[in-house]
């Protein structure tokens, strides 16, 4: 449960958009490129298996 609470952060913090400055920085946007192709990111799926594992681990702990 952890392990997959750990992947979905990872995930959303490495596909959120650049910060200000990072945007003009080609290795950022190389960098931020990858994780979105080699993740095959989409945001709904990601969203929804958040929500899931949220509510997974909610009935777990009752």
């Known amino acids: ?9 990872w995930i959303i913090l490495h596909t959120s958009e650049l910060p200000v400055g ?3 920085n080609k290795r ?3 960098m931020l ?11 709904a ?5 958040l929500l899931n594992t949220a509510q997974f681990e909610f ?3 009752e």
Not at 1 to 8: A, S
Not at 45 to 49: A, I, Q
Request: contains cysteine; hydrophobic residues 30%; charged residues 25%.
């Open 1 to 9: 449960m952890k392990e997959c609470n750990i992947c979905l952060r």
């Open 22 to 24: 990072a945007d003009n």
């Open 28 to 30: 950022c946007k190389q």
């Open 33 to 43: 490129q990858m994780v979105v192709t080699d993740s095959q990111y989409n945001p």
């Open 45 to 49: 799926d990601v969203f929804k298996l």
């Open 59 to 61: 009935n777990l702990k």
